[in-house]
């Protein structure tokens, strides 16, 4: 059980001073040891697992000095081969991030990082290290039992990268009455077919020794036991009631190798089932890249949460102004480069009965990715005529050496369906992309969408296909709850970036 330094001093301090000795010498008065915010390496004996546990705790900075006030906790997973200490370690610094969002308003929390070992988290199948027990009936009541935290539901919340984010999303699906809300980020998890591909040392060691099916292949690694744990399992109709009692939020990389595929495929089942959350696809791979900066939402998320709130959305929009251009009579807008030699890109803005607002503002988003470059923006709204027709009757006005397309929902639908060497580089919004994709090794692909759009099922498809055609890729998911169009538009603008016309 974790000791607090301070009164241990105190009490031997205490103790020896009452001894029943005859001579009692005077000795210099000994100051109580500086508070230590963080504090490292406080061990649990856990008999559930019958072997310490290690732990750390990040304390408020007005813990000391305000001894009535309670808090709130935060428990925050480490990944796969991490300890303990490895949220505030040399690579992640979760306390300066705290610090930080402290100073700009978040509420004061308690955030406990305790150790997984390689367990996900989870009991395992055979009963010989129950983690979770030990979890949720040693580590929770030690921690409100020893510190001043609000000990409920209400003001509890978990988070975790990699290995952690599949144990912030396993705790409160077994225990959803523990919890108000979860964010999984980067979350360690597999679908069902990458599993029967897995190697099978990769199997053992990582999922089979957990969750059943040790040496076995094929269909024999989904056990029951898995299926009892996997979200991908887990969030159906039937635990819908119990399960949306948490707030959910996940969040995963574009170049997350692997695991995007099962987290895009959880948030497709979320949306089929009806569960309410929020879903993010960001720029970067499997590090600190994205779960650093994703604490920028998750944890005002969790305050909002913890003090009531029913519906979160970040305060601040998204640094962007719609822009306005001035077009031609038939719409097209040409750059100066292009109007000087008659003859660059051809930007095909393909849409649907996009008011004219939307529409302006899209070609705005794509002007000025090269002041030199010489490029044509050319609307085609696909309820008039098709991609394929447009592109014939604009190229007859306006030649080009290259062509891309940024195609809007049933526009991108279209220029998904021309053969995949047609444009130099796709950009899709809210892409419906259709049962037929045409994309291959080498093309560039570049698509977003919000976690409230009605494509959902498109974009995963895309998704797909642009990994397993080994296309270059970004794809984005940004929240949809407010100013939708700015938001898509808004990462346009970064996707944008990657190309010069």
Known sequence: MMKSKFFYLFLCTALWASCGCEKQRDLPPVDPPAFQRYSQDNVLNSKVLNTTVNYSVYFPASYMSNPDKRYPVV???HGYGDDHNSWNGSWLHANNKIDDLTEKGLGEMIYVFPQGFKTYYCNRYDKTFSYMDMFVN???PLIDNSLRTIPDKQHRAITGYSMGGFGAAALPEKHPELFIASAPLSMSMRTDWQYL?????????QWGKIFG???????????DYYKQHCPLHYFNAGNKASLSTVHWYFICGDNEENLLYANDELHCILRDNGYAHAYRVVDGGHSSSVWMPALDEVLPMFDYYMNGGNLWSPDEEPAFTPGTLETGEDGSYLSPAYKEQEDGTAVFIAHKNLSREDLQTLMATCKGQSSKAAYALLPCDVAQKSLQEWMQEWEAKYPNKKKYVLGVKEGAAEALALPSDTFAASYYLNPAAGEIINVVSGQKVYFAGTDLDANYQDMDRLYIACKQHEAEFEYRVVRGYKNASLNLFNSMKSLLSYFNY
Do not use: H, K, V
């Open 75 to 77: 428990y925050m997973l």
């Open 138 to 140: 040693e580590l929770i």
């Open 197 to 205: 591909e897995e190697s099978q040392d990769g199997w053992n060691s």
């Open 213 to 223: 099916g040790f040496g076995q292949s094929g269909e024999a690694r989904i056990t």
